[in-house]
């Protein structure tokens, strides 16, 4: 398969151009998707991505189809703990599959969506009390709390799950109101993290598209602007912003 040079004008064409490449690099390499470590099992709304859209060289591809059965399977049998980023992917794997009325290839999704958010849920229990988001009262790194809002927010949301849907937003209504006026939020430290700040304010973006409420937007561009101060010209962070990113 031929792919055409992204231009830097479409950035939607060049990362659909990226993940076009990736499923066909994986698919030469004759390795199943389920055998690569578990992080990368998120890589299941990808290919549910790319089996439903409209255009993609991959819709109703038969090999799509078995990496998806495949990496479902294998996140369905694994004993390693609910990872907060995978629960937020399957949920999108469920959107995009039910829209395209092939959710026979993840069957019991809704069973496992609610056994992955459950403790995601608990801990955001936990943080009811917080106004200060800081990983010494967290337990966990700022980026990893925001994710677990955005998961049980969107599972919850998919799932008619209302009181999910509350909790989640109380977490994100105290949470926009703790950013920094330069548009991070505290990790590790008082102070930013670059890296990580890339997932907080990819959450804020999501809740601003999922809520259409202007406070995450807001928040969202905040955290994009300080971004750009702290990057190379074509984006990437710069290797140390503090200790924890080295």
Request: with cysteine; charged share 25%.
């Amino acid at each position: 398969m031929e792919y055409t040079v992204a231009k830097l004008d479409d950035p939607k064409a060049g990362m659909l151009d990226y993940v076009y490449g990736v499923v066909e690099a994986q698919r030469a390499s004759g390795d199943t998707w389920s055998q690569t470590r578990p992080y990368n099992w998120q890589s299941i709304r990808g290919l549910a991505y790319v089996y439903t859209l409209e255009g993609s060289p991959y819709v109703g591809d038969d090999g799509v189809a078995d990496a998806i059965r495949d990496v479902y399977g294998a996140i369905r049998s694994s004993e390693h703990p609910p990872d907060n980023r995978l629960t937020g992917h399957l949920a999108e794997t469920r959107r995009l599959l039910v829209q395209a009325g092939a959710d026979d290839l993840v069957p019991g999704i809704d069973d496992e969506l609610v056994r992955r958010a459950t403790p995601l849920d608990e801990r955001l229990a936990s943080y009811r009390h917080l106004i200060r988001f800081r990983s010494g009262n967290q337990g966990t790194g700022t980026n990893h709390v925001v994710v677990y809002g955005t998961s049980v927010y969107r599972v919850g949301e998919l799932l008619g799950r209302a009181e999910w849907v509350g909790r989640a937003m109380d977490l994100w209504s105290r949470f926009v109101e703790d950013q920094e006026p330069d548009g991070y939020w505290a990790e590790t430290t008082p102070g930013p993290t670059s890296l990580y700040n890339n997932l907080t304010f990819c959450c804020a973006g999501r809740m601003a598209v999922w809520t259409d409420e202007g406070r995450f937007h807001d928040a969202a561009q905040r955290g994009a602007l300080f971004h750009r101060r702290f990057c190379y010209p074509d984006g990437c962070d710069l290797e140390t912003i503090d200790g924890r990113v080295r």
